[in-house]
């Protein structure tokens, strides 16, 4: 009896080696992280020109109901990283308004789709942009 349960504690033993083993390596492939850039020599650009970026927005935002009749106007100012592919990744609000219109700002940026990414000698790279959407009532 006690050479099986002395077996079966090695076995124990070297499975949980083997585990732990096993978790080392999946947690050392890690893939490093990409540096993001404050600027570049080509910034990313969403379309051709402004006037598509102008258009997406006019066609997308919203204005919240409760800001309208609370009459709050106001730019929400949101970043986000446009990635080497052009994807519009982590967006969040530097300049808060109220809070239905800076959901609604965030919304609106994570629907965008993929821009022409920045370029950094002749390489798309990940770059911060920060794009204001102002809300004004007529």
Do not use: H
């Amino acid at each position: 009896m006690n050479k099986k349960r002395i077996i079966l504690l090695s076995l124990a033993v070297l499975l949980g080696l083997t585990t732990i083993t096993a978790q080392r390596t999946v947690v050392s492939k890690k893939k490093p992280v990409e540096p993001v850039l404050d600027t570049c020599e080509q910034l990313p650009q969403f379309g051709t020109d402004n006037t598509e970026l102008i258009r997406f927005l006019q066609e997308n935002v919203k204005y919240p109901q409760d800001a309208a009749k609370n009459k709050i106007q106001g730019r929400v100012l949101v970043q986000f990283i446009v990635d080497k592919e052009g994807n519009v990744k982590d967006p969040t609000i530097l300049q808060e308004v109220y809070p239905s219109l800076d959901a609604e700002a965030l919304r609106v940026v994570k629907l965008m789709p993929r821009w022409t990414p920045g370029y950094q000698d002749g390489q798309p790279v990940n770059v911060k942009y920060a794009l204001p959407i102002v809300f004004k009532l007529n």
